[in-house]
C-alpha cells in the first residue's frame, strides 16, 4: 500500500519562544481515514498546514503523493481538498457562486456532486455567507472541499458547529470515500467522532508525535467515568474493592468514580440494589491523553 | 503503484477536466473584479460628482476670471503649488481650471486609495479576513494570486476612470463648455500609471507584512510625502533636487500639457516591478490566518 502522506522529522517553529511542532514522522496510506488528534495548541493545525505548504518547515520534509510539499505544492493541491479549520469566505458571495469559482480554479464542469452534498449537509447555497451562521458557513467550507472528488481530503476539525444530524451525514460521506479508495486526514478532538470513523490515530501533544495507534486500540486504553444513584444510601466499600475502579466518591445514595476495567462487574454490583439512575461517559480525549501520556508539557500553537 | 500514479488515477477516474496553469489566473482576474463592482461604482460616482460639480461651475468662475487670478496670484507660491496651481495657469480656461480644482490635487490623491485598500486587502486583509486558506486550498500558485488581484483592480481602476471621465466630459457638452474629449481621456487616463504605482506598493507591504493597516498606511504616508515633495519642490530649493524621485513629478498635468508618454510607461513599469517584487516574497513567505 503506498504511503499518501509521509513526513520525515517535520518541524514547525514561530520563532525562538512559540513551538509549533517537531520531529513529526508520520505516515498516512492510501484508502485509510486517518485521525490526527490532539488537545487545542497541539499541533494539529501548524501540522496540516504545513503539509499544504502554507507554512514552510523549519526542519525535515513532508510528501503529499510523493511530491515534496515544498516545491511541488501547486500539484498536491490538484489533488487535495481542504477544509481548514478557521476560515471565512467572502461576505459578500453566495455558496454557488464560491463554488462556481472554485470549480474554474479546479477545471471542474460538473458541479452534480456539489449540489448533492450540499442538499445532503443541509448547506444553503442561495445566501450570501454574511448571513449564515457558523454551521452553515461549515457547512459550505465541508462542500467545497469534498466537490471535485479528491484523492485526499485534509480536514480540519471538519464537524465544528455542525448539529448532531449533520455531524452524522458528514460520517456518512467520509465513509463513501473510503469505500472509493480515497484518503481521509482529518483532525479532531472529538473521540466519539474518531472512534466512528477512523481506522488509525495520530495523536500529537505539545508538537510531538506521540503515538500512532489504530482506533481500537486507543479506545481499549481508554476509560468511562460513571455515576450510580439508588433508591437508598449504598455502601461504596464493594465497588471500591472492583478490579479497575478508581477516584471513587460516595454521596449517600449516589456513587461517582472511574472504571479503566470491564463494566460487566461493575453491572451485577449495582443490580444487586435499586437502581434508579447510571450514567456512563466517555472521558474527552484531553482526559486521555492526561491519563496515558502524562502531564508534562503545556500550550503551544494549534 | 507510486503515490502520484494513484493520485493521477483518483483525479481521473472522478471526472476532473484538464487544468489550464493560465485559466486559473483568468478565474481568479474575473472573481476579484466581480469583487470589486460596487468599489468601481461608488468611486467612480464618487470622483465624478466631483468633477460634475466643478465643471458646473466653471461658468460662474468664467465671469469672474480676472478676480479669480488676481487672487491666485496674490497667494503664496508654495501654498498655490500646494493646490496644484501651478505658473502660469489661467483659470479661465476649462482645463487649467479642472487640472487646479481636480486633476492635479484631489484626484490623484484620492484615487491612489483605491488600489492601495485593494492591493492591502488581497494579501495581508486576506489573511486577516481568514479567507486565503481557502482560496489557497485550491491549486493556484502564489505569484498568480498577487497578479491576479493587480490585474482585477488595474482593469477597475479604468473602470472607475471611465465613470470620471463621462462626468466629466458629458456635462462640459451639456453646458457647452469647449473642453475636448481628448484632453479628458488624457487627463483621467493619465492617473492611471500613478494609482497602480501605488498599488503595486501596497501589494508589496501587503506581501512583506501580515497586517493590513501597514499596507495602507506606508503607501499613504508615501503618496503624501510624495505629493508634497513635488509640490513643494517648485519653490523650496532644499526639495528640488528630490523631485524626480517622486511619481508626481513624472505625472505632470495631461490635461493641460498631454499624456508624456515615457513617464507613463516608466511609471506603469516601477509599478509591475513592485508588483514582481511583492510575488517573489509572497512565495517565500509563511500565511498567517
Known amino acids: 500500500m503506498s504511503a499518501v502522506i509521509r513526513t520525515e522529522g517535520l518541524s514547525k517553529t514561530y520563532g525562538r519562544r512559540s513551538r509549533g511542532i517537531e520531529d513529526v514522522n508520520l505516515r498516512v496510506d492510501e484508502g485509510e481515514v486517518f485521525g490526527f488528534l490532539g488537545p487545542n495548541g497541539a499541533g494539529k493545525t501548524t501540522t496540516t498546514r504545513t503539509l499544504l505548504n502554507f507554512l514552510r518547515p523549519t526542519g525535515g520534509r513532508a510528501e503529499v503523493f510523493g511530491m515534496d510539499t515544498r516545491r511541488e505544492s501547486v500539484a498536491i493541491r490538484t489533488l487535495v481538498g481542504n477544509l481548514p479549520g478557521e476560515f471565512a469566505l467572502e461576505d459578500r458571495m453566495t455558496g454557488e457562486r464560491l463554488l462556481r469559482f472554485f470549480a474554474r480554479l479546479r477545471g471542474v464542469g460538473d458541479l452534480r456532486y456539489a449540489y448533492e452534498l450540499a442538499e445532503r449537509l443541509g448547506a444553503d447555497l442561495k445566501r450570501p455567507m454574511r448571513r449564515l451562521s457558523r454551521g452553515n458557513k461549515q457547512k459550505i467550507g465541508l462542500v467545497q472541499a469534498m466537490f471535485h472528488r479528491p484523492p485526499l481530503l485534509i480536514l480540519d476539525e471538519p464537524t465544528g458547529g455542525l448539529d448532531p444530524l449533520v455531524q452524522e451525514e458528514f460520517l456518512e460521506i467520509i465513509g463513501e470515500t473510503k469505500a472509493e479508495g480515497r484518503t481521509v486526514f482529518f483532525s479532531s478532538h472529538n473521540l466519539a467522532e474518531v472512534e466512528r470513523a477512523c481506522d488509525r490515530v495520530g495523536i500529537i501533544r505539545a508538537g510531538r508525535l506521540v503515538a500512532v495507534e489504530t482506533t481500537d486500540t486507543l479506545l481499549n486504553k481508554s476509560f468511562r467515568h460513571v455515576s450510580l444513584t439508588f433508591d437508598e444510601p449504598v455502601d461504596p466499600e464493594p465497588f471500591q474493592k472492583l478490579p479497575g475502579v478508581g477516584e471513587l466518591s460516595a454521596d449517600g445514595t449516589s456513587l461517582t468514580f472511574t472504571l479503566y476495567g470491564n463494566l460487566d462487574e461493575v453491572v451485577k454490583l449495582a443490580a444487586r440494589g435499586r437502581l434508579i439512575n447510571m450514567e456512563y461517559e466517555r472521558p474527552s480525549l484531553e482526559e486521555v491523553f492526561l491519563a496515558y501520556y502524562g502531564d508534562h508539557e503545556n500550550g503551544g500553537s494549534s | ?289
Open chain 2, 1 to 289: 503503484m507510486s503515490g502520484k500514479q494513484t493520485a493521477e488515477r483518483g483525479t481521473k477516474s472522478h471526472g476532473t477536466e484538464e487544468r489550464r496553469p493560465w485559466g486559473t489566473l483568468v478565474a481568479l482576474v474575473i472573481h476579484t473584479t466581480r469583487l470589486q463592482l460596487r468599489s468601481i461604482v461608488v468611486w467612480g460616482v464618487a470622483l465624478g460628482l466631483l468633477n460634475l460639480l466643478t465643471v458646473a461651475s466653471f461658468p460662474a468662475v468664467e465671469d469672474q476670471s480676472q478676480v479669480l487670478n488676481d487672487l491666485v496670484e496674490s497667494y503664496p507660491p508654495e501654498m498655490r503649488e500646494l493646490f496644484g496651481i501651478g505658473e502660469g495657469t489661467d483659470l479661465t480656461k476649462i482645463e487649467d481650471f479642472l487640472a487646479a480644482q481636480t486633476f492635479n490635487f484631489l484626484a490623484p490623491l484620492a484615487l491612489a486609495f483605491f488600489p492601495i485598500l485593494a492591493s492591502a486587502g488581497a494579501i495581508a486583509g486576506a489573511e486577516e479576513r481568514g479567507t486565503i486558506d481557502v482560496l489557497l486550498g485550491n491549486p493556484v500558485p502564489r505569484w498568480q494570486l498577487v497578479a491576479g488581484s493587480f490585474i482585477a483592480t488595474a482593469l477597475s481602476l479604468l473602470g472607475i476612470l471611465v465613470i470620471l471621465g463621462l462626468f466629466t466630459w458629458v456635462p462640459a457638452v451639456l453646458m457647452d463648455i469647449d473642453l475636448s474629449i481628448r484632453a479628458t481621456v488624457e487627463a483621467v487616463l493619465n492617473l492611471w500609471p500613478l494609482c497602480t504605482f501605488f498599488g503595486g506598493l501596497a501589494m508589496l507591504c501587503s506581501a512583506l507584512f501580515h497586517r493590513r493597516a501597514l499596507a495602507i498606511a506606508i503607501p499613504g504616508a508615501v503618496l503624501v510625502g510624495m505629493y508634497f515633495v513635488d509640490a513643494l519642490g517648485n519653490t523650496v530649493d532644499e526639495l528640488e533636487d528630490a523631485r524626480p524621485f517622486t511619481v508626481f513629478y513624472h505625472y505632470a498635468s495631461a490635461i493641460e500639457d498631454g499624456i508624456h508618454w515615457a513617464s507613463f510607461g516608466g511609471i506603469t513599469l516601477v509599478a509591475l516591478l513592485l508588483v514582481l517584487l511583492a510575488a517573489l516574497t509572497f512565495s517565500r513567505r509563511d500565511i498567517y490566518t
